[in-house]
């Protein structure tokens, strides 16, 4: 038998090294290994686009899938993409329904759930959702509570950063009470301030102040934000950097203490404090900055004691200067980009980290870690530019994509028929193009956009995307970051009458223009 199985002593001298060596290492991993629970079934409290994406890293690891829906939608497409969905928040409004923890933890225990990943939005930064979870006996693919309250409290995630040695923008160490306190900090440290809210983020709670008239108008409307929004109208001040460039940081910890980053992703392109376009890496930046950014995020998440994919995210000051802002304890709509440079898979990750595993064992070592070419997001919304971009809602009569080699897609809602709801996102479908430069991928994502048609519901996408700015960085017209500006010929070119209500993304050459040049 021993014949049969090593064949010549040569062979069997090898099997017995592999033998020894799996052994080693089996013994180098043991206290890890205790730890290792594999996922069998995993649930997505979210909806649309993301649910989709992680039932999709699911599918291919062997993990069976959960989708939960609200009664507004029962035909949406993320239903559909799950071995199993149940229907949560009979009665409640449509937003309310993915916001109701019992509902959503009744329907994981009673369907043999093992782990719950929160996508983005909804639940994904709520702390008590994460407890809610860890007391029920699922996991929770993210943080532990206690971090994701740490990082969802922005003061207190601002002294932390400080703890950790990471620069801050001046700013109030906790949360005002009063527009005296405002005033106050306005006093010392001079116009434009700006308010932001302190549990919450995605601009909402966000108002720029420029002089003492503006000041109690704003404060008012922050706080009416952040209180709609997030259910605490909390504010805190900061001193406002003037046309910052916005650079955020993947990270990626395990339960061991590891951390990593995955490079970085400049997000400065913004509408209304909301992210248009990203791109992945930062064009031309400054290496030793890119140095001081990744070593700050990752000893920040060291610091916590962060655990599986977070954004660190900062601003850069004309002068190279870099500012700790918040840190995102979830995956971010943006993590395509990295995905695309790194060709590491971030859901993939979140699962195994959940399941016990090292980054060491998943091959994600830093020294490992390359950027490989370059990679832009693109948005396209359902939003009617005709109408201050508000939300359009109806049937699609017709969907065309723009496809072909570097140009990926991720989308729930955009098909033929599928109905446009007002309850929320407006996203419609992100494009990710990627190529071997900047330059590159530019082009293909002008490509791409050119061969959309949405008829049927208004639709709008960024477009001509160009060299310019600081440093070489992309622009496009739809104004810099945390820039009140509207944007008008920045968006698309509406085609047809208004009664087939038809728009083509970004077709017409005056639509597009060129999307790199130089």
């Keep these: 038998m021993l014949l049969h199985l090593g064949g010549s002593r040569g062979k069997m001298g090898i099997l017995l090294i592999r033998r020894v060596g799996l052994f080693c290492r089996s013994a180098h991993l043991s206290p890890q290994s205790l730890e290792y629970r594999p996922i069998k079934k995993v649930m997505v409290a979210n909806r649309g686009e993301i649910a989709i994406r992680v039932f999709r890293a699911c599918t291919e690891l062997g993990i069976r899938t959960v989708a939960i829906y609200s009664e507004q939608d029962t035909g949406q497409m993320h239903r559909q993409k799950a071995d199993e969905a149940y229907l949560i928040g009979r009665g409640l409004s449509p937003v309310a329904a993915y916001l109701h923890i ?52 922005k003061v207190e995630a601002r002294a932390l950063a400080i703890q950790a040695g990471v620069p801050v923008v001046p700013g109030t160490d906790a949360p005002i009470s009063s527009l005296q306190e405002a005033h106050e ?92 376009v990203e791109i992945a890496p930062a064009a031309q930046l400054d290496s030793h900055l890119r140095d001081r950014l990744t070593s700050d995020a990752v000893n920040l998440a060291k610091q916590v004691g ?58 994600l070592e830093q020294d490992k870690i390359r950027i490989n070419g370059c990679a832009i997001q693109c948005r396209v919304t359902t939003e009617d530019p005709s109408r201050g971009f508000q939300p359009d809602t109806g049937r699609i009569e017709v969907f065309r994509s723009g496809e072909g080699m570097g140009i ?15 309850h929320y996102d407006s996203l419609l479908v992100k494009v990710i193009a990627s190529g071997k430069d900047l330059p590159s991928a530019a082009t293909k994502m002008h490509r791409a956009l050119t061969e959309f048609r949405v008829r049927g519901v208004k639709a709008r996408a960024p477009y001509n995307i160009q060299r310019g700015g600081r440093g070489g960085a992309l622009e496009a017209d739809v104004g810099m970051v945390v820039q009140e500006q509207e944007a008008s010929r920045a968006e698309l070119v509406a085609r047809g009458t208004g009664e087939e209500r038809a728009v083509d993304v970004a077709m017409a050459e005056q639509a597009v223009g060129a999307c790199f040049s130089g």
Excluded: W
Excluded at 114 to 141: M, N, T, W
Excluded at 413 to 421: M, Q, R, T, V
């Design 102 to 153: 019992p509902d959503i933890i009744k329907v994981a225990k009673e369907n043999n759930v093992d782990a719950i990943h929160p996508g983005y939005g909804f639940l994904s930064e709520r702390a008590d959702f994460a407890q809610a979870c860890a007391e029920a006996g699922v996991r929770f693919i993210g943080p532990s509570p206690e971090v994701v309250r740490k990082m969802g409290d």
């Design 185 to 276: 900090f306005a006093k010392t440290h001079d116009f434009p301030i700006i308010f932001k809210a302190a549990y919450g983020g995605g601009g909402r709670g966000m108002r720029v102040v420029r002089d003492y008239e503006e000041l109690e108008e704003n404060y008012q409307r922050a706080y009416s934000e952040a209180l709609a929004a997030f259910g605490n109208g909390a504010l805190f001040v900061e001193k406002f950097i003037e046309k910052p460039r916005h650079i955020e940081v993947q990270i990626l910890g395990d339960k061991y203490g590891n951390v990593i980053h995955l490079y970085e992703r400049d997000c400065s392109i913004q509408r209304r404090h909301q992210k248009v």
């Design 408 to 422: 990926r897609l991720d989308s729930a809602s955009a098909f033929p028929g599928a109905i446009i709801s007002p």
């Design 306 to 363: 962060y655990e599986n994919a977070g954004t660190v995210e900062f601003l850069v000051d004309k002068h190279g200067k870099h500012y700790f802002i918040e840190v995102n304890s979830r995956l971010q709509v943006e993590h395509t980009v990295t995905e695309e440079i790194t060709d590491v898979d971030l859901v993939h990750a979140q699962l195994r980290v959940c399941e016990g595993r090292s980054l060491p064992e998943l091959g």
